[in-house]
């Protein structure tokens, strides 16, 4: 059984920064692409940022240079560090795990809101 764990969601003011981790209690992780997406209220859920299991990072161009995905393979953990957020930002954002066999598994998800 795969499941995803979140947390570090919360309310913050603009222009500040949350870290948002995942953590996976399968023994899969290290060879698992980790990916970080979010959902707005009215809105479909939609690609914040990706990391594959060699490192490479792939994000959407409106979290650019704001936000930074990682993975520390021997805790079995994926972060989201976001930096500079948007009232846009607002959403709940979803830990998802796709396996080499490409089947995928989803976290709970966790809310971020921004606003002053």
């Known amino acids: 059984q795969v499941q995803l764990v979140e947390s570090g969601g919360g309310l913050v003011q603009p222009g500040g920064s949350l870290r948002l981790s995942c953590v996976n209690s399968?023994?899969?992780?290290?060879?698992?692409?980790m990916g970080w997406y979010r959902q707005a209220p009215g809105k479909q859920r939609e690609l914040v940022a990706q990391?594959?299991?060699?490192?490479?990072?792939n994000y959407a161009d409106s979290v650019k240079g704001r936000f930074t995905i990682s993975r520390d393979n021997a805790k079995s953990t994926a972060y989201l560090q976001m930096n500079s957020l948007k009232p846009e930002d607002t959403a709940v954002y979803y830990c998802?795990?796709?396996?080499?066999?490409?089947?995928?598994?989803w976290g709970q998800g966790t809310q971020v809101t921004v606003s002053s």
């Open positions: 998802n795990l796709v396996r080499r066999n490409l089947r995928e598994y």
């Open positions: 990391i594959t299991s060699g490192g490479i990072t």
């Open positions: 399968g023994s899969i992780f290290s060879s698992a692409q």
